[in-house]
């Protein structure tokens, strides 16, 4: 098993490598995508900065361009999930590879796994070339609590592999990936709050917000990385994503494997 899911990280990692442009792309854009939303900030508080007396009463801290950078790097790790694994069987189609693949002897939901390894791995690099240029170049403070900061993160490792796997099960049954990466993504970048406070948004907003996993990691990753915040003040966040992540690992599992078996019984899996 560890063989396997090791074998397609591996070619996932050497395929991500022969493309320089993908490389470059991982150094630079980690520092770029937040600075639209932190000019955007700076711009809308005003001449003398008048409107930060009232981002820090609702947001509940006057680091913005702390905020900005955590929830920004908390919703590009669900967006590079859902164009790297949700989207992966639809790449083995368009290579060629993926009825080969489904013909070993490897269980398919390891290749899934391995997959989810390799991401997470150039995820890992990703993370920690942006939070160099974050405090070098953009001169964002952080505060942090290691060990809430550890617990946020690993709480929240199952949901977003979870929800890329189902989604990687759709792909294959829709055979389409673009509409759908955009749909999701969408969803929670207008919901979760990653450059401004859920507080702002009006009541059902504000509700939808609260079911959405990716709400409670940046919540709970701002506490942590930016306001040294113990375990028991993230408590109430950790404990939805502790069963929301379980939910969502079950509902990828069963929707992978239901898919699975409907391809292999229409024999769909070819099909373009």
């Keep these: 098993m560890i063989r396997a899911i090791a074998a397609v990280a591996r070619r996932e990692i050497v395929i991500f490598l022969r493309y320089p442009g ?6 630079v854009w980690p520092a770029l995508f937040p600075l639209m939303y932190l ?7 005003g001449p ?4 930060m007396e009232t981002f820090t009463r609702v947001a509940g801290t006057a680091n913005y361009a702390g905020f900005i950078v955590v929830g920004t790097t908390a919703w590009m790790w669900l967006n590079m999930t859902l164009w790297s694994v949700g989207t992966s069987l639809r790449n083995e189609q368009l290579r060629g590879t993926l009825e080969s693949n489904w013909l070993s002897s490897s269980p398919r939901f390891l290749v899934m796994l391995g997959i989810a390894a390799a991401h997470a791995m150039n995820f890992i690099v990703f993370l920690l070339v942006g939070v160099l240029e974050f405090v070098l170049i953009l001169g964002v403070r952080f505060n942090p ?3 809430a900061t550890l617990a946020a993160v690993a709480l929240t490792v199952p949901w977003v592999y979870g929800l890329g796997m189902a989604f990687a099960a759709l ?3 829709f055979k389409e990936a673009q509409a759908m990466v955009f749909f999701v993504r969408g969803i929670f ?4 709050g990653i450059s401004f406070p859920v507080a702002v948004l009006p009541d059902w907003m504000r509700g939808i917000a609260g079911w959405l996993p990716l709400t409670h990691s940046i919540e709970a990753l701002r506490l942590a990385l ?6 028991s003040l993230l408590q109430a966040n950790l404990t939805f994503l502790a069963w929301a992540g379980g939910a969502l690992m079950i509902a990828g599992y069963v929707t992978f494997q239901s898919v699975d078996r409907l391809t292999h019984r229409t024999g ?3 099909h373009h």
């Design 171 to 173: 792909v294959l049954l």
């Design 22 to 27: 993908w490389v470059i792309g991982a150094l």
């Design 189 to 192: 970048l207008v919901f979760a």
């Design 145 to 147: 609590n290691p060990t």
């Design 48 to 51: 003398q900065g008048e409107g």
């Design 39 to 45: 000019f955007a900030s700076r711009a809308l508080a």
């Design 268 to 270: 769909s899996v070819a």
């Design 226 to 231: 930016l306001e040294n915040a113990p375990l």
